[in-house]
């Protein structure tokens, strides 16, 4: 059965750092793209950033929106996918997907909540 | 960014009848060797997002065949044959031609 869980997310103060985690199972996690997507209260989904393979000597990409404030990571090892946030905003607040969202099936997690607020 | 915008945003529907959401790109996303990375994703109420179509007309496993999908250049359309209950939700058009993928609004679907 594959499962990705995020967890990580939680109440923060504008300004702050937080750190999301996604572990994986079910499937070859080292052959794909993992994405992190973003989706707030309410609104519609903005894909935040992707990782690559190993082969693709792990190259990140992010959207203009959190670029130099977020940071993607993974440990093939653990079959895991990370998330830096750094500097956060009011408006970085989401339930935060990982996600390959260019793959067949359900590889969705389930989302974790991150709420920037003073 | 390439900016998709669907229409309606609301679609009420009758049960046993057909539905149809439309998708623009303001850009081309056929890419030089013709494909074009055109997904639609169903998000039901609570729920995750799971893609039902990729390639603009190419349904995922599981995915009921009353899904379809169509179109070209920039211009896209999601068909469902027939509405059933369990196709209540929203529904996505998203774009992997050009970093960043971006998605559409959204069009959420309710039975009438």
């Known amino acids: 059965e594959v499962q990705l869980v995020e967890s990580g997310g939680t109440l923060v103060q504008p300004g702050g750092s937080l750190r999301l985690s996604c572990t994986t199972s079910?499937?070859?996690?080292?052959?794909?793209?993992m994405d992190w997507v973003r989706q707030a209260p309410g609104k519609g989904l903005e894909l935040v950033g992707r990782i690559k393979l190993r082969a693709q000597n792990y190259i990140t990409q992010y959207a203009a929106s959190v670029k130099g404030r977020f940071t993607i990571s993974r440990d093939d090892s653990k079959n895991s996918v990370y998330l830096q946030m750094n500097s956060l905003k009011t408006e970085d607040t989401a339930l935060y997907y990982c996600?390959?969202?260019?793959?067949?099936?359900?590889?969705w997690g389930q989302g974790t909540l991150v709420t920037v607020s003073s | 960014d390439i900016v998709m915008t669907q229409s309606p945003l609301s679609l009420p529907v009758t049960l046993g009848q057909p539905a149809s959401i439309s998708c623009r790109s303001d850009q081309s996303l056929v890419l030089s060797d013709g494909t074009i990375y055109l997904s639609w994703f169903q998000q039901r109420p609570g729920q995750s997002p799971r893609r039902l179509i990729y390639k603009v007309s190419n349904r995922d496993s599981g995915v009921p065949d009353r899904f379809s999908g169509s179109g070209s250049g920039s211009d896209f359309t999601l068909k469902i044959s027939r509405v059933e209950a369990e196709d209540v939700g929203v529904y996505y058009c998203m774009q992997a031609a050009h970093w960043p993928d971006t998605f559409g609004q959204g069009t959420k679907l309710e039975i009438k």
């Open positions: 996600a390959d969202v260019g793959a067949p099936g359900d590889l």
């Open positions: 079910g499937f070859s996690f080292s052959d794909h793209w």
